[in-house]
């Protein structure tokens, strides 16, 4: 059974500093991955997807890897910002017609003015 | 812009009350999607549904139940709600995924319901 874990849980930064974000999946047999945003008391915001056969996505600041045979990505967001805090969440999907998604538990980053 | 909303953003029940939260979407999506989120759990897959009438368990379906009469429908029903249902409730919709084809869920803003 597919099992996604995030580290760390929880990360507080000084504005203006990098940061890496990491995700990792127990199956690589995976069909995509997705990086979602999530402010507080809302719902999820998709940021990033990388489709099984890519090693990268970029958006803005953020550029998200993966590693299928290490079962890995990462988010790497540039120069944070205070209105980058929220949760993080990677979610992995089997490639079914459901597009049925297994999620990690979050990283909820702080970052400080 | 792709629209999901849930009927309500906050809502408190009374144990073995009957809860029904409501999910409206309007993109024409076919598939739609149930899920709760706790702490230290992350999101948990409750129930989808894929057409009109149709619908699978997900991951912890037990003291749930779901109905989808309309295409942009789906409802969440707790027959009996229990203090373990405490909990943020999201839905999410997408479309039916085709070979070679990628497409990503979108969710609405959640309801957080407190069963007393």
């Known amino acids: 059974k597919q099992e996604v874990t995030q580290i760390p849980a929880a990360l507080s930064v000084p504005e203006g500093e990098n940061l890496v974000l990491n995700c990792s999946f127990t199956d690589s047999a995976i069909y995509n991955l997705q990086w979602f945003r999530q402010d507080p008391g809302k719902g999820l915001t998709s940021l990033l997807l990388i489709q099984s056969s890519q090693r990268e996505q970029t958006s803005g600041r953020l550029n998200a890897s993966l590693d299928k045979s290490s079962g890995r990505s990462t988010l790497y967001i540039a120069a944070s910002q205070p209105g980058d805090s929220a949760t993080y969440l990677c979610?992995?999907?089997?490639?079914?017609?459901?597009?049925?998604?297994?999620f990690g538990t979050g990283t909820l980053l702080a970052v400080q003015p | 812009d792709v629209k999901v909303t849930q009927s309500s953003r906050y809502l408190v029940k009374r144990t073995g009350e009957k809860v029904f939260l409501e999910c409206v979407q309007d993109?024409?999506?076919?598939?739609m999607f149930w899920y709760r989120q706790d702490p230290g759990l992350g999101l948990r897959l409750i129930y989808f549904s894929y057409d009109v009438k149709m619908k699978e368990k997900g991951d912890i379906p037990e003291g749930y139940s779901v109905s989808r009469e309309k295409k942009e429908r789906f409802s969440l029903i707790l027959e009996s709600a229990s203090t373990n249902q405490t909990s943020m409730y999201l839905c999410?919709?997408?479309?039916?995924?085709?070979?070679?084809?990628?497409?990503?869920?979108?969710f609405g803003p959640g309801t957080r319901l407190t069963v007393l």
């Open positions: 993109m024409d999506h076919e598939n």
């Open positions: 979610a992995v999907s089997d490639g079914g017609a459901t597009n049925k998604l297994i």
């Open positions: 999410a919709s997408s479309f039916l995924r085709l070979a070679g084809e990628t497409n990503t869920q979108y």
